[in-house]
């Protein structure tokens, strides 16, 4: 799956504007076929549709600079798209308050109870797991060994 997707990426985007240099439709015709070959291979081989998208954000976090455009059709296909919702009007600027702001996006709302099993949750799950696991701060060192006097980066 990593091979399919990363050999399909396309030329990478503009350096100078960071715009793909490709046209919309030839991105989105490339990720619609990218995408028929990956649910494809999560058939054929039995794959964890929840470890294919956790792949898939490592293969999106690596290229994102170079091939969002790409990734971002692909994604929009899979099932983990999110759901665009009908959107009211935005309230006048003049006089609203923050409760009418939080008033408005909960009438925006179906007002269900959030269902774990729905894609955009899936989606939100794994990457929640992928950054709570993530600690850039932590770095492993290695003391040197006071008894032969050798370190383990090897500069003795």
Do not use: C
């Not at 350096?15 to 076929?33: C, D, F, K, Q, W």
């Amino acid at each position: 799956m990593v091979a399919e997707i990363t050999s399909s990426v396309g030329p990478p985007h503009s350096s100078a504007t960071g715009l793909p240099v490709e046209s919309a439709e030839t991105i989105h015709e490339r990720a619609s076929s990218v995408w028929g070959r990956v649910v494809s291979l999560i058939g054929h081989f039995d794959l964890d549709p929840n470890r294919a998208l956790d792949v898939f954000l490592d293969i999106f976090a690596t290229h994102l600079a170079t091939h969002y455009a790409f990734l971002l059709a692909l994604l929009s296909l899979s099932p983990w798209a999110p759901t665009v919702s009908p959107q009211a009007p935005p309230p006048s600027s003049s006089g609203t308050r923050f409760d009418d702001v939080l008033a408005n996006a909960e009438l925006l709302s179906d007002g269900a109870p959030s269902d774990s099993n729905k894609p955009n949750d899936v989606l939100a799950q794994v990457l929640g797991f992928k950054f709570t696991n993530h600690n850039v701060s932590e770095s492993i060192t290695v003391p040197s060994n006071k008894l032969t006097g050798f370190s383990a980066s090897g500069d003795d």
